[in-house]
């Protein structure tokens, strides 16, 4: 595996799993793939903590290539040949998208 970069969205708690919610997306050889994540801890825990967790368990479910619960995409920010706009417009979208399915 060779992750270059990480984006954790929005972390929530749900009090009804009692488990901390993300979606974690790792970047690995010109492709973003996007894995919704649920930790179950107390609300007590600490954020960094929290954090740390949750790329932990994304990168061991990319590790083994687990592709039941992800989304793969190209890494936009590879085409270096699009103008800076679509990039922009691109990822807006993905990230809307990718927030309304957690």
């Known amino acids: 595996m060779t992750t270059t970069k990480t984006r954790i969205s929005t972390i929530r708690y749900n009090p009804a799993e009692r488990a901390f919610e993300a979606c974690v997306t790792l970047f690995d050889r010109g492709e973003a793939f996007t894995y919704p994540i649920s930790l179950r801890a107390p ?3 600490d954020y960094a903590d929290v954090s740390i967790a949750v790329v932990d368990m994304a990168q061991r479910r990319h590790t083994r290539q687990d592709s039941t619960m992800r989304a793969r995409r190209p890494d936009m920010h590879s ?5 800076a706009i679509v990039h922009q417009a691109t990822n807006a979208l993905w990230d809307r998208l990718l927030r309304r399915a957690a």
């Open 43 to 45: 609300i007590t825990m």
């Open 79 to 83: 085409f270096d040949s699009l103008p």
